[in-house]
C-alpha cells in the first residue's frame, strides 16, 4: 500500500531486550516519521528523519533511538523495552508539501 | 506542545444517521486534516483543508476549516456500517510551524445496521 512497508507485523518481546523495527518505502520520499498509537492519546511522534542521516525528535522520543543510512529505511529501535512501549507503531512518509501523510499499516508491538 | 482536542470521544449511531465530529486547538494550523483508521491498518487520508473558512466535500463526508484556524469539523450524512473506525483530526503547520503532523485523540465510529 502506497510504497511503505512496516516489518514485523506483530511481536511479542520481553522487558530488558532490545527490539528493532523497520519501515521501507519503495518511492525515494525524504521525509520520514515514526508514530506510536495509544487509546485516549491518538498518534503521537517519536523521532522522524528528513534526509539519510537526518533524523530529530518528536514529543515522546525518550527510550527510542532511530537510524537512517538510506533513504529507503527508517529504523525504530528500542534499546531495552519496557511495558509501557506496548502499542502500536506506524511509520509515515510525506508524500507532497501540505497535503498530510501515508501510513504504513503498523506494527502491533507488545512487551511481556 | 501543541494538543488537538477531539470531541466526541466516541459515538454509537443507527445506520442513517449524520454524524458530526470536532477539533480545537489552542494553536492556529495552516492545514487541517481528517483521516480514518480501519481496524488493524493505518489511518487514510479523508479530506485535507489548505485556507481559514474552506467547506470541502468528498462523498457523503464533508468538512470545514475553522476561520480562526483553530478548530475544524467533520459531518458524516447518512451513515453506513463500513463508516465503522476511528476518525482522526490532524493539524499541520501554523504558528510553531514544527511542520509536523499533530494528531487529536480520535473518534470510535460504530453504526449499528
Known amino acids: 500500500d502506497a510504497g511503505i512497508t512496516q516489518s514485523p507485523r506483530h511481536k511479542v518481546t520481553e522487558t530488558g531486550t532490545p527490539v528493532t523495527l523497520r519501515c521501507h518505502q519503495t518511492?525515494?520520499?525524504?521525509?520520514m516519521y515514526w508514530y506510536r498509537q495509544d487509546p485516549g492519546h491518538g498518534l503521537r511522534l517519536i523521532h522522524y528523519s528528513y534526509g539519510v542521516k537526518d533524523t530529530d525528535k518528536g514529543e515522546v522520543s525518550d527510550g527510542y533511538s532511530v537510524s537512517r543510512s538510506k533513504t529507503e529505511d527508517f529504523l525504530l529501535t528500542l534499546e531495552s523495552a519496557t511495558s509501557s512501549q506496548t502499542s502500536v507503531y506506524f511509520c509515515?512518509?510525506?508524500?507532497?508539501?501540505?497535503?498530510?501523510?501515508?501510513f504504513g499499516s503498523g506494527t502491533r508491538l507488545t512487551v511481556v | 506542545g501543541q494538543q488537538l482536542n477531539q470531541s466526541p470521544q466516541s459515538m454509537f449511531i443507527q445506520e442513517g444517521e449524520d454524524v458530526s465530529m470536532n477539533c480545537t486547538s489552542s494553536?492556529?494550523?495552516?492545514?487541517w486534516l481528517w483521516y480514518k483508521q480501519d481496524p488493524g491498518e493505518g489511518p487514510v487520508l479523508l479530506i485535507a483543508l489548505y485556507k481559514a473558512g474552506e467547506l470541502t466535500s468528498n462523498g457523503r463526508l464533508t468538512a470545514q476549516f475553522g476561520i480562526t484556524r483553530k478548530d475544524s469539523f467533520l459531518n458524516i450524512s447518512a451513515s453506513i456500517p463500513s463508516d465503522v473506525g476511528i476518525y482522526f483530526c490532524a493539524g499541520l503547520g501554523g504558528s510553531s510551524n514544527t511542520g509536523k503532523l499533530i494528531f487529536g485523540q480520535g473518534t470510535t465510529l460504530q453504526v449499528k445496521p
Open positions: 494553536s492556529i494550523f495552516n492545514t
Open positions: 518511492e525515494n520520499h525524504r521525509y
Open positions: 509515515a512518509i510525506k508524500r507532497v508539501q501540505g497535503t498530510g501523510y501515508t
